[in-house]
C-alpha cells in the first residue's frame, strides 16, 4: 500500500481559500487513482473529487463543482485540492484516499479506496 499524508488545512473566512496536499510514499504514486474525501461531525464520510492516473480526467460532487480543482503532480507523488469561495457548509475532515485498481467508472464509496490519510480540518466560519 502507499502510505499517505495530508496537509494544508486550517480555519478561513467564508469566500476564502484553501489548497490542500496529499504526499504518498511507498509505492509507485502514477499507478494509483487519487481521490479526496471529507467527514463533517456526525455525518458520514463523502466524496468531493477524484483524478484518474494519468490526470487525463477528473470528476467531482456536484457540490464542490466550480470551486474545487484536483490535480496531481506524478513527478512530485503529491495530490492537491485547490478549494476557493468556501463556505461553512464545507467544514470537515478532508483526507486523500488512493484506489490500486480503479474500475473504468468512477469510485465515490469509501470502500472502493485501498489506502488513506490521517486526515486534515478545514473550518471555515461565516
Known amino acids: 500500500q502507499v502510505q499517505l499524508v495530508e496537509s494544508g488545512g486550517g480555519l478561513v473566512q467564508a469566500g476564502g481559500s484553501l489548497r490542500l496536499s496529499c504526499a504518498a510514499s511507498?509505492?509507485?504514486?502514477?499507478?494509483?487513482?487519487m481521490a479526496w474525501f471529507r467527514q463533517a461531525p456526525g455525518k458520514e464520510r463523502e466524496f468531493v473529487a477524484a483524478i484518474r492516473r494519468s490526470s487525463a480526467s477528473t470528476y467531482y460532487t456536484d457540490s464542490v463543482k466550480g470551486r474545487f480543482t484536483i490535480s496531481r503532480d506524478n513527478a512530485k507523488n503529491t495530490v492537491y485540492l485547490q478549494m476557493n469561495s468556501l463556505k461553512p457548509e464545507d467544514t470537515a475532515v478532508y483526507y486523500c484516499?488512493?484506489?490500486?485498481?480503479?474500475?473504468?467508472?468512477?469510485?465515490?464509496?469509501?470502500?472502493?479506496?485501498?489506502?488513506w490519510g490521517q486526515g486534515t480540518q478545514v473550518t471555515v466560519s461565516p
Open positions: 511507498g509505492r509507485t504514486f502514477s499507478n494509483y487513482r
Open positions: 484516499a488512493a484506489d490500486r485498481n480503479p474500475s473504468f467508472s468512477w469510485s465515490t464509496t469509501p470502500k472502493d479506496y485501498d489506502s
